[in-house]
């Protein structure tokens, strides 16, 4: 007889696990029910076992979150001038973070805090969840090696700067690789979630008080690859941000992308339709860069628009005149340590990441014609591209 995941039960037992009811959500059980039903579909018996314990694991930590916040002041925490980057996947985001939290008065988001959230990190000796947090990355590289090619800040294990998309791992909205690579499951044909923009921004928040609480106040260097589609609810949630989008070439993105995401979810679930993943990606990649290049939120004037190209010649440069229309003060031991940063890392310190546009299976004059129109608003020129394969991080 086929198992079936059962939402109420890994409800139930997380409850029990935690000693605590509220999950803060009325919705919830709901969506994942849905959610379990479409695991259900994709899944055989041991990927189902395996899917019951992440997702047990996920509620256990959404609801040692909120009996932390029930019982200890956490909602007084302000989370002030926060700098978040953000731009399409394989934009530039994780260097401009990297560099950015540089700054001795900013801290970094960091995995083990996010794998891990409870008790407030403050407030006890973590050394013990770091530890493990280590060990789960290892266990990452080790499934998914190519992974540390095209995204060399793997090799940080547990101190590596995670997406803000993972911290929504708890509502059940996605399924990022970094929360689910121990379930062998793909998102493609995509997964159905239920989007709320507004309540995940506040659960965003929560957890940055939560992991700010008991510790000195430093600003907070983000990231993401999905802000710039939420820009109404990002803007509304953090309004005395310093908001940064990075651009870079589309096509340059896109085919850098699909590649990575391959790689990643071949190394989870095994051989996937790559010609179709592909396909998928492309009509959805054009959607999104359609709906940037449109909206009039992107004129909001607390955003930076940087262009990846200029970017990279001059990084100090490009922050300077951030900070600067941002009243923040560069000082010199910023610059002293992004200048350390970038000579101790270098990007190709794991060999280069290979990635062609051939390889999205499409006409590539018609798809750089689709794409121009995000070209044109923001600035950004094309990138030369070797037929047959081309090379970038992140």
């Known amino acids: 007889m086929v198992s079936t995941l059962n939402a109420q039960e890994l409800i139930a037992e997380a409850r029990h696990a935690v000693g605590f009811d509220d999950l803060d959500d009325d919705g919830l059980p709901e969506r994942l029910t849905d959610l379990a039903s479409q695991l259900d579909e994709r899944l055989d018996d041991d990927g189902r076992v395996r899917a019951e314990n992440v997702i047990r694991g996920l509620l256990i930590e959404r609801l040692q979150l909120l009996e932390a916040r029930h019982r200890l002041p956490i909602a007084d925490e302000r989370i002030e001038r926060p700098i978040v980057a953000f731009g399409e996947g394989r934009s530039g985001t994780t260097v401009l973070q990297m560099l950015l939290g540089c700054d001795p008065g900013s801290r970094l988001l960091e995995f083990w805090e996010v794998m891990r959230m409870s008790p407030p990190p403050a407030t006890v000796d973590t050394a013990e969840r770091q530890k493990e947090a280590d060990e789960d990355w290892r266990e990452i590289v080790e499934q998914i090696p190519k992974w540390l090619v095209s995204h060399p800040y793997n090799a940080m294990l547990g101190k590596n700067p995670p997406e803000d998309e993972r911290l929504w791992a708890v509502d059940f909205r996605s399924l990022p690789p970094t929360a689910w690579w121990r379930v062998p499951t793909v998102q493609f044909p995509a997964f159905r979630f239920e989007r709320d923009d507004v309540r995940q921004y506040e659960l965003h928040r929560m957890v940055l008080q939560h992991l700010q609480y008991g510790a000195p106040s430093r600003r907070w260097v983000l990231k993401g690859v999905t802000h710039q589609h939420r820009l109404s609810a990002l803007l509304e949630a953090y309004p005395d941000a310093v908001f940064v989008w990075i651009h870079r070439d589309p096509l340059v993105a896109l085919a850098s992308r699909v590649q990575l995401q391959i790689e990643v979810y071949e190394g989870i ?118 037929r047959g394969g081309a090379h970038g991080v992140r």
């Open 269 to 386: 679930a095994g051989p996937i339709d790559r010609k179709g993943f592909a396909a998928a990606s492309v009509e959805r990649s054009v959607a999104d860069f359609t709906s940037a290049a449109t909206t009039p939120l992107a004129a909001d004037p607390r955003i930076h628009h940087l262009v990846y190209q200029d970017f990279i010649v001059d990084p100090m440069a490009a922050i300077r005149d951030i900070y600067s229309a941002s009243g923040l003060e560069v000082t010199t031991a910023f610059e002293d340590g992004v200048t350390r940063y970038r000579e101790q890392n270098a990007p190709h310190r794991f060999g280069r990441f290979a990635y062609s546009p051939d390889d999205l299976g499409v006409d590539l004059d018609d798809l750089n014609h689709r794409l121009d129109p995000y070209r044109e608003r923001f600035g950004v020129p094309r990138e030369p591209v070797p």
